[in-house]
């Protein structure tokens, strides 16, 4: 027997992802409904042009953080996409990412079960890389549950020939790796500080970064601050009318996601665990 | 070889004091003790040697392996109890065991598990949450010992436990070494230290202050002396200046309990003075000998 390699932890995989599997199914049926309900209420013209007044009677930088001046009526693609940037989808997805990663660490040290967990044959990189592979797979599942939500919303009202899907799916994958961006980031603070910080922590980042995403699309005096924000790497605009994919936005998604998890990484296996 | 090697091994937790260069040895198949009040560094050293805390210097070795912190260093060979056994509350007992069996080798323990919870007489159907104190503590023991390892650590294994289901646990304890296994008991009952245990290291406030056979240890402590006098005499004053290093532990009418360090002759030639009637020499208990080592020590 080889006692200095450890096999990985398929048991443990499977324990976590079975218990995260109920949030997971309950987020995923939200998502899912609410896009196809978006696609109910974008399908129907005189519903939406009420939709549309409402907007331009509320303040302007709601208009914004929905869609902002492509919400017009008969820019369908554009209208199903609310959808993608709804406050509530975000919101779900916010809790995923930001619940997973401390509910796999932090929570399981501070209910005494990781002590019991690093005990057995299970080196503390193969457990954060368990809890990596759960965010990530996670919020990509449920990225992709958003697109069926799309693909079947449209499928059952009808909005012609014209409408296609593959800029929806561009857009979910690239929400996605958005989404596991969030989700190395909840990583990284999950695992150098205790659940409670890491949550705080990574829900501010969020909210910070979603706020001035949104106000500096709103207001053209600071709009070269949006690069700081991790939600101007998803450019709708770009995404649906442009067919090749945004290669330098992903990149830096991609590069956001991989340094923090890394710098998660090492953090978790130098620190002394407060067992 | 030895099973557990630790070599001037030293954790601190920024300036306060966690174990300050311990160093000693348990040959396989021992079941050694390792005694010491709360807060001593009994636990730190454990998970210093389980690899779940980083040493600030110092390296030690199990199973001839050296720990790498983190890295689970023939975690599957050792069983482990932690001093606070806290486990999954909505699961029943058996499923947290299976868990805990498949993160290892221990794929094939349901028998010695089924084996075991009949011993400790535990329901493994029942959720932990609704379990008492005392039957956790025996999945604690359960989930050590379900893979038959070759190493023992564990710390405190009858905390919470009736003295029946102690005495089992014991008994497990003892069959675990004699089949081979090196075991590190953790306590401060030094009852059940003396009960299983041929060598004991005491820590005390981080340092290794007695490495030794458990029979030694209760040598080392000091010795008493009970005096009967023949009734109506009057029971002596101890001279305190010319018999040092002795002490009253309690005195009536009729009755002198001394104890003293080192040989009795100075003693007995002041008590032949006086009207004796008897005199016994009551064994020390290890508790004796223990709290008289932290008095000891305190007063260094």
Redo the contacts between chains.
Sequence with gaps: ?N??R?PF?F??LR?WVLRILPAWFFIGLMIFLFQINVCAMVHDDERIKVVLKLLDMLPAIIKTSLGGDMLQAGNTPALIAIGYQHPLVMLLYMLFAVGVPTTLLPAEIQ???M???????????QAYICAGLITVAGMFALVLVMFLGTVLGTSIYDFGPALRLYPFFKSAVIGGLLASAVGGIALLAAASFQRNIAVWLTVAYLVLNYFLAVFTEWWTRIKWLAPVTIFHYVDGPRIFNESAWPIDDVSVLLGILIVSTVAGSVIW??R??Q? | MNTIECKALTKRYGKARGIEDLSFGIEKGEIFGYLGPNGSGKTTTIRCLMGLLAPTSGQCRILGAPVVPGKATYHARIGYLPGDFRIWPQYTAGQSLRLMAALGDGDNAKKRRNQLADRLDLNLDRRLGTLSKGNRQKVGVIYALQHRPDLLILDEPTIGLDPLISQVVLDLIREASESGATVMLSSHDLAEVAAVCRHAAILREGRLVELAPVSQIVRQGERRLKVWFVKGAQVPALPADRLAGVRVISQDSDTLHVAYQGTAQAVLKWIASFPVDRIATPQTSLQEAFMQYYEKEADR
Excluded: C, H, N, Y
């Design positions: 027997m006692g200095t450890s932890p048991a443990l324990f209910k005494g079960t002590e019991l967990i690093l005990s057995r044959r299970v080196t503390k990189t296996s130098r002394d665990l067992l």
